[in-house]
Nanobody
Framework: EHVEESGGGSAQVGGSLTLVCVAS????????MGWFRQAPGKQREGVAF????????VYAESVKGRFNISRDNHNSAMYLQMDSLEPEDSGWYYC?????????????????WGKGTQVTVSS
């Protein structure tokens, strides 16, 4: 089983991007799915994750009100709508699935990492 991200690219400050994560199998429908990001020289940090049913979401403080995570279990897909982008949002974005019922933003609580998609926000 693996996941694959897409949708990264370049955006201006204040702009928007939508990231997509597609899982290779329907197995991830029962997992929490999350988005993480890593900027050069910094540790990987959690951005948002969503519970299996899609009804509960958790966001990092830095993206609350600007990012929206959603999932489409029928198509084994997860999305991250990013609005009001800031230069600090630049980095590699990764999606991952968690085998835990109620994970936190610790990367070690997530498995099945994708290779990432790069986001660059410039002024």
């Amino acid at each position: 089983e693996h996941v694959e991200e897409s949708g990264g690219g370049s955006a201006q400050v204040g702009g928007s991007l939508t990231l997509v994560c597609v899982a290779s199998s329907y197995g991830h429908r029962s997992n929490c799915m999350g988005w993480f990001r890593q900027a050069p020289g910094k540790q990987r940090e959690g951005v948002a994750f969503i519970y299996p049913g899609g009804g509960r979401t958790v966001y990092a403080e830095s993206v609350k009100g600007r990012f929206n995570i959603s999932r489409d279990n029928h198509n084994s897909a997860m999305y991250l709508q990013m609005d009001s982008l800031e230069p600090e949002d630049s980095g590699w974005y990764y999606c991952a699935a968690s085998p835990y019922a109620s994970p936190d933003f610790s990367p070690d609580k997530f498995k099945f990492w994708g290779k990432g998609t790069q986001v660059t926000v410039s002024s």
